[in-house]
């Protein structure tokens, strides 16, 4: 879970998906008998028909018998980070499909979602202080970091990106716009100024490496961000925040110059000595590998086939996003929604049960870049937006972009819902709707017998930064749980801490029950799971445009002059 996927929500390109038709007309129109209007824009039961005895079955199997840890080791320890591209995504993926496979589930594959990069690895990273006190300090390689091809040493001199006279200094007329509590803005228009401070840092850290290299340094050091609510205290955090360029897996992006990350402590120890004119000497040891310049990002995807003859070709699915970053095994980002979801379709299939509907797993690549590999999957299978009429320059990334019209596949109208885990390990507290309206009630019900587990919230929120925003940008119904936050924003994610020592098995168990229970009601339902109104992205602009001509005594630019 990353601020870009918290930006990504609708990021879908234009790509041409197969089998691509117009949007429904009872997804946009009116239809003229109630008959032909789906299950999922009309009414709803008042009353959900539970069967207690399935949610019995599946406490006792998930809270008993659980297998969730033995995923959680053999992933997190037994194959270890994962960055998308990387020969250690390619093992993971290898493996949650042969374990899929080996629990029973059917049609157990990968499916290819397009180009990725390079493929990476960090072999070893160290750095010491040679002078004046020898002492070693905590670094590990940037992502897509080239080697030091050996240990080098060099007299180290600090620069100030924003205030060194050989880059751009100019700041944009407008104030950076603060950042709500966990998130960017939530105004469109502040949203767009926030982005656009970011894309101009951005751009003088390129600058900056350009000018490096061309001055011949040996390496960078940055120093390591800090966790939320000051939690990072001795803890390397090495992710996107760390990059020197945007997109920095793309060959014609590539860094050229060795970077590596720091703790913010041994850091800050150096800059204060520089700037007390204490000469510094560090000797530096990157070590990495390039695995190709155009590797290719993959999802597992496995499923237990529907029996119900009219309702068999519907899809209930089930996530979370398998890829991490470096510094850690990325055992609670996200190691831990992936083996939550495969002990959920792991319980189910040990109960030898016979859904309705579909249920199906995926497990995402590319999430921490942007949703890439949950995008992939939605517009190959569900629909892709239409270029906007006018469209946008190269450099407004693709999260900021205006759409066009959406355009729907078959598939689209055959998935009921998608359910996603990615708030680190803590237990399962509620669900997030979406600002779904009509779907409370049905979930309100489906909790009250898990209250005595803990579960006992509905939310209408929308709530960013993870796989359920794919579906949502495209009007499938996607959801995200709520979890207890635990220690997550604040020392694991996205850090050297994210190890399986930060899993809690029991934490585990319960979500993993919740969300088998979650996907047997979807898949019993005679109903689909109510939809949201049919995106029109498109109408966007319009729609947030001012009203002309309501200001009091107002003189129109023309007449004024």
């Known amino acids: 879970m990353s601020f870009a996927r918290t930006l990504a929500r609708l990021s879908l390109g234009s790509a041409v998906a197969a089998c691509l038709v117009s949007p429904s007309l ?38 008993q018998h659980s297998h969730v840890m033995q995923f959680g080791e053999a992933l997190n320890d037994g194959i270890g980070p994962r960055l998308t591209g990387s020969p250690n995504m390619a093992k993971a993926n290898a493996w949650t499909r042969d374990t899929l496979t080996a629990i029973g589930l059917e049609n157990a594959h990968l499916e290819d979602w397009g180009e990725f990069g390079m493929g990476w690895q960090q072999i070893n990273t160290w750095v010491r202080m040679v002078s004046p006190d020898p002492e070693p300090l905590w670094a590990q390689a940037a992502p897509w970091s080239p080697a030091t091809n050996g240990p ?64 011949g340094v040996a390496a960078i050091i940055t120093p390591s961000r800090d966790g939320g609510n000051g939690g990072g205290t001795g803890i390397i955090f090495d992710d996107n925040g760390a990059d020197l360029a945007r997109d920095a897996q793309k060959k014609d992006n590539a860094v050229t110059v060795p970077n590596a990350v720091m703790m913010i402590e041994h850091y800050n120890r150096l800059v204060r000595m520089l700037q007390n004119h204490a000469p510094v000497t560090l000797e530096v040891n990157i070590e990495t590998k390039f695995t190709g310049d155009h590797e290719h990002g993959f999802d597992t995807v496995a499923e237990i086939s529907g029996t119900d003859p009219k309702l068999k070709d519907q ?35 040990a109960l030898n049960v016979k859904p309705k509907r579909t249920i199906r797993i995926a497990l ?35 999260f900021m972009r205006q759409h066009g019209p959406l355009t729907t ?85 996205h850090s050297d801490m994210d190890t399986v020592d930060r899993l809690h098995p ?56």
């Open 364 to 398: 995402w690549s590319g999430e921490e870049q942007g949703l890439f590999g949950s995008q992939g999957y939605v517009k190959q299978h569900f629909g892709t937006f239409a270029e906007p009429k006018t469209p946008e320059p190269a450099s407004v990334p693709s």
């Open 409 to 493: 596949t078959k598939e689209w109208e055959t998935l009921d819902a998608y359910y996603n885990l990615d708030n680190g390990t803590g237990k399962v507290r509620g669900v997030y709707t979406q600002e779904n309206w009509a779907i409370g009630p049905i979930f309100k019900q489906w909790i009250e017998p898990l209250k005595d587990l803990g579960v006992t919230t509905i939310s209408y929120r929308n709530t960013g930064g993870t796989d359920h925003l794919s579906y949502d940008a495209v009007g499938l119904p996607g959801f995200q749980f709520i979890q207890d936050p635990m220690d997550y924003e604040t020392r694991t994610h």
């Open 26 to 63: 009872a997804a946009d129109k009116k239809a003229d008998k109630a008959a032909e209007v789906p299950s999922y824009y009309g009414p709803q039961p008042a009353q959900e028909n539970l069967d207690l005895t399935m949610y019995a079955r599946i406490r006792q199997e998930g809270l």
């Open 152 to 215: 080098v040493t060099g007299e180290v001199v600090q620069v100030d990106i924003q205030s060194t006279a050989d880059l751009d200094k100019e700041m944009e007329s407008y104030p950076t716009p603060t950042p709500r509590p966990g998130g960017p803005p939530s105004n469109p228009d502040e949203m767009r100024k926030y982005i656009a401070e970011r894309m101009r840092l951005t751009q003088l850290k390129t600058d900056a490496v350009k000018m490096m290299a061309t001055e």
């Open 506 to 561: 029991l934490d585990l168990e319960q979500a993993a029950v919740v969300e088998a229970i979650f996907l047997w009601n979807t898949s019993q339902r005679d109903e689909m799971m109510p939809r949201k109104p049919f995106p029109h992205p498109e109408d966007e602009q319009k729609l947030r445009a001012p009203i002309p001509g309501i200001y009091p005594n107002a003189v129109a630019p023309s007449e004024s002059k």
């Open 315 to 349: 899809v209930v699915m089930v996530g979370g996003h398998l890829d991490s970053w470096i510094s850690g095994t990325g055992a609670t980002d996200n190691g831990a929604g992936s083996i939550v979801a495969m002990e959920a379709v792991r319980i189910l299939k």
